[in-house]
């Protein structure tokens, strides 16, 4: 189907945050669009008790899902809330660090997530990229995004959007297929 294994992609995009987070032990992490919280848990593993992972989602059967889940797994760190990645229930400079990596990446998110990062802490998320060499189908579903409203970044282009909202240290890492993994840290 298209050539892509979606579930390569999946377990590599998930291999992400543990490489690149840089949180520790007892900080407070936010996982933005979280799903089925399969970012969150691992995020809860690396933070541990002391810690707290708060997974955010416009769904309620995906937090539903994501509540079972970290049940079935023991994990007491994580707190599941319903919300929209484009007004984050936060006060300012709440987070050690954020992820987002299953939501449409646009200026208000951004926005919103650099509100509510603290100083010097990293996000790590995932953004459509740009490419010449897409197939027919991606290239549609790309086309239609974009008059919908899903932006396709290039590597000029999210830079240049996080560095309006006072991020640093922009790094867009090897993509997978049409995802370009990106990570910064706020100035």
């Not at 294994?5 to 995009?13: A, D």
Request: proline fraction near 4%.
């Amino acid at each position: 189907m298209l050539g892509i294994n979606p579930f390569s992609w999946k377990r590599r995009i998930i291999e992400i945050p543990s490489r690149k987070i840089d949180v520790g032990r007892g900080e407070t992490v936010l996982d933005v669009a979280t799903g089925t919280g399969l970012v969150a848990r691992e995020l809860s593993e690396m933070v541990g008790l002391p810690g707290h992972v708060c997974g955010l989602d416009i769904s309620m059967g995906m937090l539903r899902m994501a509540r079972k889940k970290a049940s079935q797994a023991g994990l007491t760190n994580i707190t599941y809330i319903k919300g929209d990645s484009e007004e984050l229930p936060f006060k300012d400079e709440a987070f050690d660090g954020v992820t987002c990596f299953n939501t449409i990446v646009t200026e208000q998110v951004v926005a919103e997530v650099s509100r509510v990062l603290q100083k010097g802490a990293k996000l790590v998320t995932t953004v459509g990229r740009k490419t010449r060499k897409m197939s027919p189908f991606l290239k549609i579903i790309f086309r239609l995004g974009k008059k919908y409203g899903f932006p396709v970044f290039g590597e000029i282009e999210i830079t240049e959007l996080l560095e309006e909202y006072d991020f640093r240290d922009i790094h867009c890492l090897q993509s997978i297929g049409p995802i370009m993994p990106v990570e910064a840290k706020k100035g």
